[in-house]
């Protein structure tokens, strides 16, 4: 019963990671030819590529996801075997966390590739396609940094996924406080990046969504150095 759930997981995560590969092939051929790739701070169109580079981002979703399935599938392995029991639940652990790290990613993306496509049919340089652009991207960003923060305190110690530093790094104790104080922090982040999308909207919606998340990565990493000197 565990092992078809596990398995209905990773067919879940698979359909969200070729969803946007889907529907970028049923899209492109009612696009122009040449179609708006990147926008200036106004709101114009300062590049045009063929509608076919649109097929980028769903193959680097695919490629993303299957490192990840690699790193579910390493933490299932270490739940089998004759490793002792802490182990096991700290791999089962970990395993869920990055499933739902996985699935999450690849729908935030999903959503991302499709406002692509929408702004690219559009072929129009006005300000208000600019902004729905950053307004449908920093929206599903906001609530994947929410979602992933709500795992971070649960999340055993590990090289791949949490805050990792060398401090946070030395012991169970450190890397305990330090992730669940990041993952406090990133909820209050991923709500701050919604609310100032909502209000701010556009370019400058991205470089405050930047500040955001910059300045909750260096409050945890000093607070990591803390929980070390704290618990050393």
């Known amino acids: 019963m565990m092992k078809e759930r596990k398995t209905r997981k990773i067919k879940l995560l698979w359909i969200v990671t070729f969803l946007p590969l889907i529907i970028t092939i049923a899209v492109i051929p009612f696009m122009q030819d ?3 790739m990147h926008y200036d701070f106004n709101g114009n169109a300062d590049r045009w590529g063929s509608k076919y580079e649109n097929l980028v ?6 490629i993303v996801s299957m490192f990840w399935q690699r790193t579910i599938k390493h933490f299932r ?7 002792p029991d802490k182990i096991k639940k700290e791999a089962a652990s970990n395993e869920k966390a990055m499933y739902i790290t996985a699935t999450a990613m690849a729908a935030m993306f999903c959503i991302i590739q ?27 960003l906001g ?24 401090w946070s790094m030395e012991n ?10 990041c993952g406090k922090l990133m909820v209050i982040a991923g709500i701050a990046i919604i609310i100032e999308t909502l209000v ?7 470089i405050v969504m930047t500040g955001i998340i910059i300045a909750a990565t260096i409050i945890s990493v000093i607070y990591s150095y803390y929980s070390y000197k704290k618990y050393k």
């Open 200 to 206: 701010i909207k556009g370019l400058a919606s991205v």
């Open 57 to 62: 981002l769903p193959v680097m979703i695919i």
């Open 34 to 36: 040449n179609v708006p």
């Open 77 to 83: 392995k270490k739940q089998s075997g004759d490793l």
């Open 172 to 181: 169970d104790q450190t890397w305990l406080a330090s992730n669940r104080f």
């Open 114 to 140: 499709c406002t692509i496509l929408f702004t690219s049919c559009q072929v129009s340089k006005s300000i208000k396609n600019f902004s729905d652009f950053y307004y449908a991207a920093n929206i599903p």
């Open 143 to 166: 609530i994947f940094i929410i979602i992933i923060a709500n795992y971070m305190p649960v999340i055993k110690r590990n090289s791949i996924m949490g805050l990792r530093t060398a």
